[in-house]
């Protein structure tokens, strides 16, 4: 371990974490799919927005945190993982009370999704819209007796795309902080290091200095 190692390491910076992006934007989505699609005295609504909420603010928590705990990291960002996995829950269950079709891991319009990096609620919006007007289905076009998908189906089925790709962000984040927590231990460990390392220069420099005995 080297001597100028810090007591408080890098920490902060989760805007630009894929993870958070994503999870922003699945929220921006989540609060106006419930606006338009769920009556906001049903529980359900509040439920969704704030799992959707709690997914975004606990990977900034984590991601501030982990300044001086890797255990609160951790810790938060699986708290992150879960209520996004509630969500992902909701979504589905939203479709099958609604007599609506989850779309299959094959479906083409997922990954239309995926390769269009959509930033924006709005951008989402867009592209929802375009499959509804062209109506496109699981196998590139709908037959004559086919009929197009509504727009609740298209929402929900994109924020359900949109939280794989986060929930994936999010286990790949989670192993790479368990083996940082690990290797490098935490805030206790880090402290030892540091405390360790100044006593050995303080002891390295009265060594070298010169006498001055007359």
């Not at 790479?176 to 405390?195: D, I, K, M, N, P």
């Not at 220069?201 to 001055?212: A, D, E, I």
Request: aromatic share 6%.
């Amino acid at each position: 371990m080297t001597a100028d190692e810090s007591l408080i390491s890098k920490h902060g910076g989760y805007r630009k974490l894929k993870s958070f992006q994503v999870a922003q934007l699945v929220f921006d989505i989540t609060v106006r799919f419930c606006n338009r699609y769920i009556e906001k005295r049903n529980r359900t609504h509040d439920q969704m927005v704030q799992a959707a909420r709690s997914g975004v603010q606990n990977i900034a928590e984590g991601s501030q945190a982990s300044g001086t705990s890797k255990r609160t990291e951790l810790k938060l960002t699986n708290v992150a993982r879960a209520s996004l996995e509630e969500l992902r829950l909701d979504y589905e269950d939203y479709l099958r009370q609604n007599g609506l079709n989850l779309w299959d891991r094959k479906d083409p319009r997922r990954q239309a999704l995926i390769d269009r990096r959509c930033a924006t609620a709005d951008e989402v919006a867009a592209w929802v819209k375009e499959v509804h007007n062209t109506g496109q289905s699981g196998q590139g076009g709908p037959s004559r007796q086919e009929k197009s998908a509504t727009y609740s189906e298209i929402v929900a089925n994109a924020a359900l795309v949109l939280l794989a790709v986060a929930c994936s962000l999010l286990d790949r984040q989670l192993a790479a902080q368990a083996r940082s927590f690990e290797t490098e231990g935490g805030f206790t460990e880090r402290l030892y290091r540091v405390r360790t390392a100044k006593r050995s220069l303080s002891t390295k420099s009265t060594k070298s200095t010169p006498s001055t005995k007359d």
